[in-house]
């Protein structure tokens, strides 16, 4: 009965869907929590969301539209807050409120169009994942990892001590670009499953239990990408038998898992000392 899932193609691009972004989410979102920028995917879900609209006003791909409205929302922020012509809280608020009215206006202009258009890609709705979108996220998915792993050491030093990092020698601004960039790639790709509302829960919530019971930020990156994949398919397999969003189901799953690992590591704490 556990696998009944398996007999629809829906639900079998779903479940493939789920594993890329469980993949990709925390190998970015480790990135942002050591850099302190935890909200940032946020941002860039409300500048992917004017994206979509305009995708949905000129009849072309959303998920492209979004793509590039993410990319360019993120690297503009980057370049911002390099030049130091205004904190990077500032141009974020600049993302999030800027982003929300340009979805809601664009989208109101197109044919029959209201905000209630924009449902699929706010709250995510895995499994109306087609063939061509999956075939989009493995390609941005696969990105992502060769990114975040390939120039792992240098983010890592970008995000631990910039200024170090600066002075080390190391292309800080071209780095800083990358990991925006790569952000803003996840931000797309996790659009369909957990919806751009809820895109910065699944960056950042198995980062968070993974540093609980880990030591190295080698061990915490890998164990997050664990937990992301795990707390993904079972929430597209759970909200299909229990008939719930998607999104929300795999984020409530992320957090009971943080809750009890949180009081495990307490109780554990405590009988040591």
Same mark, same amino acid.
């Given at each position: ?24 989410? =925390? ?14 995917? /946020? ?12 995708? %949905? ?31 990077? /809280? ?48 493995? %390609? ?6 060769? %990114? ?12 631990? /001590? ?43 919530? =198995? ?37 719930? =969003? ?14 009890? %690992? ?12």
């Amino acid at each position: 009965m556990a696998l009944e899932v398996l007999r629809y193609e829906f639900m079998q691009r779903a479940l493939v869907a789920a594993v890329l972004i469980g993949l990709a989410a =925390p190998s970015v979102g480790i990135y942002l929590v050591q850099r302190r920028l935890s909200l940032i995917g /946020d941002g860039l879900g409300h500048v992917a969301l004017a994206g979509v609209a305009a995708g %949905v006003l000129t009849s072309n791909e959303p998920v492209l539209t979004a793509l590039a409205a993410a990319v360019a929302g993120a690297v503009a922020i980057e370049v911002i807050r390099a030049r130091g012509r205004t904190s990077g /809280d500032v141009a974020l608020a600049v993302l999030f409120y800027g982003g929300i009215a340009g979805g809601v206006v664009i989208i109101s202009q197109a044919p029959g169009g209201t905000p209630g258009n924009l449902n699929t890609y706010l709250f995510g709705a895995i499994t109306t994942t087609t063939s061509d979108d999956l075939a989009i996220f493995a %390609v941005l998915t696969l990105v992502v990892l060769v %990114v975040t792993r390939g120039l792992g050491r240098y983010l890592f030093a970008v995000s631990n /001590d910039e200024e170090y990092a600066l002075a080390s020698g190391l292309p800080v601004l071209a780095l800083n670009l990358a990991l925006a960039v790569v952000t803003a790639v996840t931000v797309v790709v996790a659009m369909r499953v957990v919806g751009l509302l809820l895109v910065s829960a699944l960056m950042i919530i =198995p980062v968070a239990t993974a540093q609980l019971v880990t030591r190295s930020f080698r061990a915490t990156g890998m164990v997050a990408s664990a937990l992301g994949t795990v707390v993904s398919v079972l929430g597209v397999g759970t909200s299909y038998y229990v008939d719930t =969003p998607s999104g929300g189901t795999i984020v409530l799953l992320a957090i009971a898992v943080f809750v009890l %690992v949180a009081v495990g590591a307490a109780v554990r704490e405590r009988l040591s000392s």
